[in-house]
C-alpha cells in the first residue's frame, strides 16, 4: 500500500483542527453501550443532531437496564430530529431487551455476535468493537468507502466489499484510527462532491478517481 505511511501522517496531522465526530468523543468514556447506541443514532443524521439527542437521551438512561424501562415515546421525544427516530426509539428498546436475555446486560466485543442485534450493521459493528473495546476492526461508513476509493487504494462498490478490501491490504496498526481520520478529513476536506482539493494535503498521493469537479 504506497504512500499509506505519508498520508496517515498528514491526516493525523489535519484533522487536530477539526472537530472529531461526536462518536469518537463519546467513545472515550470507554462505555461500548453509549458507542453502540451513539453510532444507531448517527446513521443517516447530521453529527450535530446525533450529539445533541444522544447527550438527551443518556441523560435519561446509560445502560441498557436504565433504558429498557423508558417508554418508547420518552426515547422517540428524546432524540427527535435524528433520522428515522421512530424506527430507531423502536430498536433501541429491542436490543437493550436482548442485550438483557442474552448478554446479561453486557454489550458483546465480537461482530458476529453484535449483527445478531436488530438494526445492528458491520459498520456500527465494527465501531463498537474498535471505539468501544479497543480491540481490532474496520468501520467503513460513507466517508471511508468513497476517500478509500477516491484516492486509488482500492476499487470497490459498497463499504462491506471495501471493509474486507482493506482488511487485506491495510497495515493493521491503522485499522482502529483509520475511520476517525477520513470521516473526519471527508465531513471538512474530502467532500462527496466538489472536494477541496486545493486544501488537500494529500493531493499529491491522490488519484482522484471519480472525481469530475473539485475547489
Same mark, same amino acid.
Given at each position: 500500500?504506497? /504512500?499509506?505511511?505519508?498520508?496517515? !501522517?498528514?491526516?493525523?496531522?489535519?484533522?487536530?483542527?477539526?472537530?472529531?465526530?461526536?462518536?469518537?468523543?463519546i467513545?472515550?468514556?470507554? /462505555?461500548?453501550?453509549?458507542?453502540l447506541?451513539?453510532?444507531?443514532?448517527?446513521?443517516?443524521?447530521?453529527?450535530?443532531?446525533?450529539?445533541?439527542?444522544?447527550?438527551?437521551?443518556?441523560?435519561?438512561?446509560?445502560?441498557?437496564?436504565?433504558?429498557?424501562?423508558? /417508554?418508547? !415515546?420518552?426515547?422517540?421525544?428524546?432524540?427527535?430530529?435524528?433520522?428515522?427516530y421512530?424506527?430507531?426509539?423502536?430498536?433501541?428498546?429491542?436490543?437493550?431487551?436482548?442485550?438483557?436475555? /442474552?448478554?446479561?446486560?453486557?454489550?458483546?466485543?465480537?461482530?458476529?455476535?453484535?449483527?445478531?442485534?436488530?438494526?445492528?450493521?458491520?459498520?456500527? !459493528?465494527?465501531?463498537?468493537?474498535?471505539?468501544?473495546?479497543?480491540?481490532?476492526?474496520?468501520?467503513?461508513?460513507?466517508?471511508?468507502?468513497?476517500?478509500?476509493?477516491?484516492?486509488?487504494?482500492?476499487?470497490?462498490?459498497?463499504?462491506?466489499?471495501?471493509?474486507?478490501?482493506?482488511?487485506?491490504?491495510?497495515?493493521?496498526?491503522?485499522?482502529?484510527?483509520?475511520?476517525?481520520?477520513?470521516?473526519?478529513?471527508?465531513q471538512?476536506?474530502?467532500?462527496?462532491?466538489?472536494?477541496?482539493?486545493?486544501?488537500?494535503?494529500?493531493?499529491?498521493?491522490?488519484k482522484?478517481?471519480?472525481?469530475?469537479?473539485?475547489?
Open positions: 500500500m504506497e /504512500n499509506i505511511d505519508i498520508i496517515i !501522517a498528514i491526516l493525523k496531522q489535519e484533522t487536530k483542527r477539526f472537530v472529531e465526530p461526536i462518536v469518537t468523543k467513545s472515550k468514556t470507554r /462505555n461500548p453501550f453509549q458507542v447506541i451513539s453510532c444507531l443514532l448517527s446513521l443517516r443524521t447530521k453529527d450535530k443532531v446525533t450529539a445533541e439527542a444522544s447527550l438527551r437521551l443518556f441523560q435519561l438512561a446509560d445502560t441498557p437496564q436504565m433504558m429498557s424501562k423508558l /417508554n418508547v !415515546a420518552v426515547i422517540e421525544k428524546s432524540i427527535f430530529p435524528v433520522g428515522f421512530k424506527t430507531k426509539a423502536k430498536r433501541i428498546t429491542e436490543i437493550c431487551r436482548t442485550l438483557l436475555d /442474552n448478554y446479561e446486560g453486557n454489550v458483546p466485543d465480537e461482530i458476529e455476535e453484535l449483527l445478531k442485534l436488530k438494526g445492528v450493521g458491520r459498520k456500527t !459493528a465494527n465501531l463498537v468493537v474498535t471505539l468501544g473495546y479497543g480491540k481490532l476492526g474496520i468501520c467503513v461508513d460513507t466517508h471511508v468507502h468513497r476517500i478509500s476509493n477516491r484516492l486509488g487504494l482500492i476499487k470497490t462498490k459498497t463499504p462491506e466489499q471495501t471493509e474486507f478490501a482493506l482488511r487485506k491490504i491495510l497495515p493493521q496498526k491503522y485499522w482502529i484510527i483509520y475511520n476517525d481520520l477520513l470521516v473526519t478529513y471527508g471538512n476536506i474530502c467532500k462527496p462532491i466538489s472536494p477541496k482539493c486545493s486544501e488537500c494535503k494529500i493531493f499529491e498521493y491522490c482522484r478517481v471519480g472525481v469530475r469537479k473539485f475547489r
